[in-house]
């Protein structure tokens, strides 16, 4: 059975920082795109950052410069460091993978971790 497990959420003060990780586990064959999604409340759930299988990056314009994503292949985990943290940076993020795996047959499916609270407050 494939799953994301992720950790590093909580509550830091503005200007903190915080580490997200995200590890799959299963029957994996091979992981393609991977990325962080986070949601507000009554929001819509945005794409933060992705990286691909090949490591090339991209961001949402809200957090470039204070975050970066990196994965450890070997590991099948990708890392979220996110600093200098604000207030609008409020969420739960979500972890998301493409991955070639065999739940039942051997398919290409979407994976998401179960999310991770991440509140940044004085």
């Known amino acids: 059975q494939v799953q994301l497990v992720e950790s590093g959420g909580g509550l830091v003060q503005p200007g903190g920082s915080l580490r997200l990780s995200c590890a799959a586990s299963?029957?994996?064959?091979?992981?393609?795109?991977m990325g962080w999604y986070r949601q507000a409340p009554g929001k819509q759930r945005d794409l933060v950052a992705g990286i691909t299988s090949g490591g090339s990056t991209n961001y949402a314009d809200s957090v470039k410069g204070r975050f970066t994503i990196s994965r450890d292949n070997a590991k099948n985990t990708v890392i979220l460091q996110m600093n200098s943290l604000k207030p609008e940076d409020t969420a739960v993020y979500y972890c998301k993978a493409d991955i070639f795996a065999r739940d039942y047959v051997w398919a290409l499916s979407t994976y998401w971790g179960q999310g991770t609270q991440v509140t940044v407050s004085s």
């Open positions: 299963g029957s994996i064959f091979s992981i393609n795109d």
